[in-house]
């Protein structure tokens, strides 16, 4: 007998629907114009809705296309405009500023915000060292500026013989701190001959060292080879002026010198290409120059080698202090699994680090593409809250209106024994057939004419920031830590190829949540309009 009543209660509910939805396809009918009318508002409206929600579909799809296109790496820095305007207001010296430094258990916590491939905390330091020799960069070194030599700028940055200084030179030493090397994973580097550090081999600061197949060719170096590495402190205290590195490092100077034997255990060579021809040609070479003379080490080592030449240098050279011991330079990097966790990453992680500090990542590459997106992002912003505001408000009044001609009609129903419930299940059925169909066709139109006017104002807006930018150089506001990765910024080309505008299925979700919602807001007002109608009144 339930199973009966139950049963019963089903066709009754589903003949109620039958007849909801027979009336309102009847009223469409009947009242063509009106149809018409509202088919058009929907029609118009949505496609502007769909178009500014596509815009912002295409600027997540697009950044993240630029993004896939570059190392998915990031780096802790310090915060120069921020210092540079602190120090304006404040009157305050920069280096007074910074009163929190980065630590490795810092670094530790943040690598846990994403899936990461590889992260590194690396201590930092040069050595004034004798029996090596730094090692130049072959492609660049005939290269002329103006009347000088490329080579014999370069030697000046690089190595003290391009000051007539034989007896010395200077090697930088990178600490590593964990396997697997973040270097190796994020192919700045590749073994080519032995082995990388194992984990072992770092947590017990084992005297072992990675060098490069240029350094190891210049030094004649090979895996299982002893180095002899120095760390000489030169007394400082009484040069003369007009005086240079030639004078300062000789043998007459030499005050404390202390040695490490540490044995090759890997031979690498640079994983990628640098481009000198197509952009700063000059940090390129350094970078490389870098890279090529770099000595790999245990942190521990660094740490104990950086300890002791900050502290006699600053002691013999009180005029050119290095820094304290509890100070010693780093190098951070940050390897992300997914470069669509970037953003997600740099926002959680900034809410970690001290005061004048930031973390950044190589997204400065498309710059241009960012501001002229944001432009863009800021008028479909403008149109799409017009767009919803306008659907809302003027739906409510047109429906108003419709109802208000057709009063006689729903006090009929009332009168009848329609529950005011029906009689707006009704009127919302009948908007809803009309604003479906209106808001499919405006899906396609919408996109269509986004997919045209974004795609000018794009390229317009690009163009324009190039030549208001001019040939600016990447590697200004590119943190130092990523400058290895040879970053380069994108061409207009480039970036217009990466501007991808389609429909997917998450831009027709939130459009038609959006405009299922807009409607039934915009039909909140008709239906106070209907439960207050009494049809006594209205029929008599």
């Known amino acids: 007998m339930i199973y009966r009543e139950n049963f019963d209660n089903i066709l009754v509910n589903e003949g109620r629907i039958m007849n909801y939805l027979k009336r309102a396809i009847i009223n469409v009918k009947r009242n063509p114009m009106k149809s018409i009318s509202l088919f058009i508002l929907i029609f118009v409206l949505g496609s502007l809705i769909i178009g500014a929600i596509s815009i912002h579909q295409a600027v997540e799809n697009t ?52 899936e990461l491939q590889a992260y590194e905390f690396s201590l930092q330091t040069n050595v004034v060292t004798r029996g090596l020799n730094a090692v130049f960069v072959p492609s660049v070194t005939e290269m002329e500026v103006g009347e000088v030599k490329f080579r014999d700028i370069l030697l000046n940055d690089i190595s003290f013989r391009g000051f007539g200084v034989e007896a010395f030179d200077n090697i930088p030493l990178h600490g590593v701190h964990r396997y697997p090397m973040a270097n190796i994973t994020s192919e700045v580097i590749s073994i080519i001959s032995g082995a990388p550090f194992t984990q072992q081999q770092l947590d017990y600061n084992e005297s072992v060292a990675l060098v490069s197949n240029v350094f190891a060719d210049e030094n004649n170096l090979q895996v299982g080879s002893i180095i002899n590495l120095n760390s000489i402190i030169f007394d400082m205290r009484d040069i003369l002026p007009n005086t240079g590195p030639e004078d300062w490092y000789t043998e007459v100077n030499v005050q404390i010198e202390k040695t490490w034997e540490i044995t090759v255990v890997g031979i690498f060579e640079l994983a990628q290409e640098f481009d000198y021809f197509s952009g700063d040609y000059w940090m390129s070479a350094m970078q490389e120059s870098l890279l090529q003379n770099r000595i790999y080490l245990p942190n521990i080592l660094v740490n104990e080698i950086a300890s002791f030449t900050i502290y006699w240098s600053n002691h013999y050279n009180p005029i050119h202090v290095l820094g304290s011991e509890e100070q010693i330079n780093f190098r951070n990097l940050f390897l992300l699994e997914n470069p669509r966790d970037m953003n997600y990453f740099i926002n959680s992680a900034q809410e970690l680090l001290p005061e004048f500090w930031i973390m950044g990542d190589l997204s400065n590459t498309f710059r241009n593409m960012t501001a002229s997106m944001d432009m863009i992002l800021w008028i479909a912003d403008l149109i799409l809250y017009a767009a919803i505001g306008a659907i809302i408000v003027i739906t409510s009044l047109l429906i108003i209106l419709f109802l208000r001609d057709r009063r006689y009609e729903i006090g009929i129903y009332l009168a009848l024994g329609a529950k005011k419930g029906e009689v707006v299940a009704q009127i919302l059925l009948e908007v809803l057939l009309v604003s479906v169909i209106a808001m499919i066709f405006a899906v396609f139109a919408g996109t269509l004419i986004s997919v045209s006017l974004t795609n000018q104002m794009l390229e317009t807006q690009i163009l324009q920031q190039q030549d208001e930018i001019g040939e600016m150089n990447p590697w200004i506001e590119i943190p130092t830590d990523l400058q290895i990765f040879n970053p380069r910024e994108f061409s207009a080309e480039q970036m217009m190829e990466a501007f991808d505008i389609s429909l997917d299925a998450t831009t027709l979700t939130v459009f038609f949540a959006v405009g299922f919602g807009a409607l039934l807001i915009s039909t909140t007002v008709p239906i106070l309009y209907i439960v207050r109608l009494k049809p006594k009144k209205i029929l008599l």
């Open 63 to 114: 950044e993240a296309n630029l993004r896939s296109q570059l190392p998915a790496v990031a780096s802790i820095t310090i915060d120069s405009e921020a210092i540079a305007q602190h120090t304006l207001e404040m009157g305050i010296e920069h280096y007074e500023l910074v009163t929190e430094w980065i630590t490795p258990e810092l670094v530790s916590e943040i690598a846990v915000l994403a």
